[in-house]
């Protein structure tokens, strides 16, 4: 696979349910650190909060948490949701607030799965390329060919430097790198010095 479904962007929402207030806070990440850096920042930010039942997705690696909540009522329905949805590279956080009424397993469940949903309508679902990252230098002679095949080939420049050479640090699709490598090499005569 070459691409995988993600959250589009950071949302909020709220819903309530017998006095109950859920508020499903999402975001896209690229690692668990993020992920759990989220999650604490949530915790502190709804520290009066009843729970913080979370789920997240890294790739291929998941992680929930009911928070207190009956087992299983909680985080692994947020899970539950965003596997079925085939999402990766996001969090999730459903806050909530009791209100005096128990909602029951049954209740429970729904409840996380309809907060857990909204959140993700609200952030909008896109698709991304596993991406790889090229570091290369070349002589300041082949600047505007590099330039032109960067733009061809639509690298995102995450660093640049003009020092004794043009240093360049890309991201570019997986699937590209190898073509990209080559057409680099090609043009560039050979000078391309690709770091490993």
Same mark, same amino acid.
């Given at each position: 696979?070459?691409?995988?479904?993600?959250?589009?962007?950071?949302?909020?929402? @709220?819903?309530?349910?017998?006095?109950? +207030?859920? *508020?499903?806070?999402?975001?896209?990440? %690229?690692?668990?650190? /993020?992920?759990?850096?989220?999650?604490?920042?949530?915790?502190?930010?709804?520290?009066?909060?009843?729970?913080?039942?979370?789920?997240?997705?890294?790739?291929?690696?998941?992680?929930?948490?009911?928070?207190?909540?009956?087992?299983?009522?909680?985080?692994?329905?947020?899970?539950?949701?965003?596997?079925?949805?085939?999402?990766?590279?996001?969090?999730?956080?459903?806050?909530?607030?009791?209100?005096?009424?128990?909602?029951?397993?049954?209740?429970?469940?729904? @409840?996380?799965?309809?907060?857990?949903? +909204?959140? *993700?309508?609200?952030?909008?679902?896109? %698709?991304?390329?596993? /991406?790889?990252?090229?570091?290369?230098?070349?002589?300041?002679?082949?600047?505007?060919?590099?330039?032109?095949?960067?733009?061809?080939?639509?690298?995102?420049?995450?660093?640049?430097?003009?020092?004794?050479?043009?240093?360049?640090?890309?991201?570019?699709?997986?699937?590209?790198?190898?073509?990209?490598?080559?057409?680099?090499?090609?043009?560039?005569?050979?000078?391309?010095?690709?770091?490993?």
């Amino acid at each position: 696979m070459d691409s995988y479904l993600t959250v589009e962007k950071q949302a909020r929402v @709220a819903i309530k349910i017998k006095k109950s +207030k859920f *508020i499903a806070s999402i975001r896209p990440i %690229e690692n668990e650190e /993020e992920a759990k850096a989220y999650i604490e920042s949530i915790r502190r930010e709804f520290k009066d909060a009843s729970h913080n039942p979370y789920a997240y997705v890294v790739n291929d690696r998941f992680s929930s948490s009911d928070d207190g909540e009956p087992l299983n009522t909680a985080g692994k329905q947020i899970l539950d949701v965003i596997l079925k949805k085939n999402l990766k590279n996001l969090v999730i956080v459903v806050t909530r607030y009791f209100g005096g009424i128990k909602l029951g397993v049954g209740g429970l469940i729904r @409840a996380y799965r309809e907060a857990t949903l +909204k959140g *993700i309508d609200a952030s909008g679902i896109v %698709e991304k390329f596993y /991406e790889e990252i090229i570091s290369f230098s070349v002589d300041y002679s082949f600047l505007q060919m590099v330039n032109s095949t960067l733009y061809r080939s639509k690298c995102r420049i995450l660093d640049k430097k003009l020092e004794k050479r043009a240093f360049f640090k890309v991201s570019i699709r997986k699937r590209d790198k190898e073509s990209f490598i080559n057409d680099l090499l090609k043009r560039t005569r050979g000078d391309a010095e690709i770091a490993e």
